[in-house]
């Protein structure tokens, strides 16, 4: 049996090298030789594998199939005997996938865009993702139990402009819809910011609410916060469920404690202190987020557009000065002391 750490040294996964679609292909195949929906990726795993085969010295559809099954020396491999299958769509590097694996699902299919989280996606999974959700044809999705899709947040969230829909970015939704309308999960589990429970009046959400309903799901939301199931930060977002025949309810939900960002540190490395004029404050109190507000850097509020990646924050944003004490949970992006 073939690991896998072997066979990516060979196929150069680790750089991915121009060749991210074929290297999706072809790690699809490996990961779902044994059912059904490997059928879709086999022609072009092949292909690619052919295509390769000179400079690698090894060997075509044969011995690519000698090669099956693959030992899955990886982090988070698949589970032996899954009992159910998911996609993940807008994968980052797997948020979704880790906790559906642990239930006992199947990933059939992923699609990321950003080439840092494709390849941190690959080192976890030993799967690299398909790209960009707008040049794929939908038809290589294969069906599956449960859609997951932490869809782009940046055109609802009140770090950047909150154009919405008016955002291209925004509109990618709408390719969810059209996998969705085709391949009729089961569940449909979505993600995205606390704020696009307000973006444009509340219209926003309601549209796609109403989206969902239209293809047949009965859905149900609620904001929720990391910090109440044992992650110390305080991040909300909105999660949206649609089921084919009932409602989920949330309420069922066992949530925990706050934690403290302090239990979760690393005390065995070296830290990057800040090395600038800050005020502690002696009264410091704790917020109903669980966050603790120690102080501030004694510096001007930052600009828009100092520096690279900045043009489109939103004045909360603008405002890293703050500092949280570690004795309280992690804000999203203020510095801690």
């Known amino acids: 049996m073939v690991e896998y750490s ?9 750089t991915l090298n121009g060749n991210a679609e074929g290297l999706a292909f072809l790690t699809h195949f490996l990961q779902n030789h044994t059912n059904g929906v490997s059928k879709s990726y086999k022609a072009k795993a092949v292909s690619y594998y052919n295509q390769i085969n000179e400079d690698l010295s090894i060997a075509a559809e044969p011995e690519l199939q000698a090669l099956l099954p693959i030992k899955w020396d990886v982090p988070f491999p698949s589970p032996e005997n899954p009992e159910f299958t998911f996609i993940d769509l807008f994968a980052g590097i797997g948020g979704f996938r880790i906790p559906l694996q642990e239930l006992g699902g199947k990933c059939v299919f992923t699609s990321e865009f950003n080439y840092h989280a494709q390849r941190a996606y690959e080192l976890n999974f030993g799967e690299v993702p398909f790209g960009d959700i707008t040049k794929m044809d939908i038809n290589i999705v294969p069906k599956h139990d449960i859609l997951c899709a932490g869809f782009p947040c940046q055109p609802f969230s009140i770090s950047g402009k909150m154009k919405g829909f008016e955002d291209t970015r925004g509109t990618l939704i709408y390719h969810v819809f059209e996998i969705i309308e085709k391949r009729k999960p089961e569940v449909v589990f979505l993600e995205n910011v606390k704020h696009l429970v307000y973006h444009d009046k509340k219209r926003t959400l309601t549209t796609i609410i109403q989206h969902l309903e239209e293809l047949g799901y009965i859905v149900s939301k609620q904001v929720l916060n990391a910090s109440d199931f044992g992650v110390p930060q305080n991040r909300e977002r909105i999660i949206i469920i649609g089921h084919k025949s009932s409602k989920f309810d949330f309420s069922k939900l066992e949530k925990q404690p706050k934690p403290i960002l302090k239990e979760f540190l690393d005390d065995e490395n ?18 109903d987020s669980g966050l603790i507000f120690a102080g501030y850097r004694n510096k001007a509020i930052r600009k828009a557009g100092v520096r690279p990646g900045t043009e489109h924050l939103s004045r909360v944003h603008k405002q890293p000065n703050r500092i949280y004490s570690t004795e309280g949970v992690h804000s999203v992006s203020y510095t801690h002391l």
């Open 6 to 14: 072997k066979l990516r040294q060979k196929l150069e996964v680790d």
């Open 270 to 287: 070296e830290f990057e202190f800040l090395n600038e004029p800050y005020t502690i404050l002696e009264d410091q109190k704790r917020q």
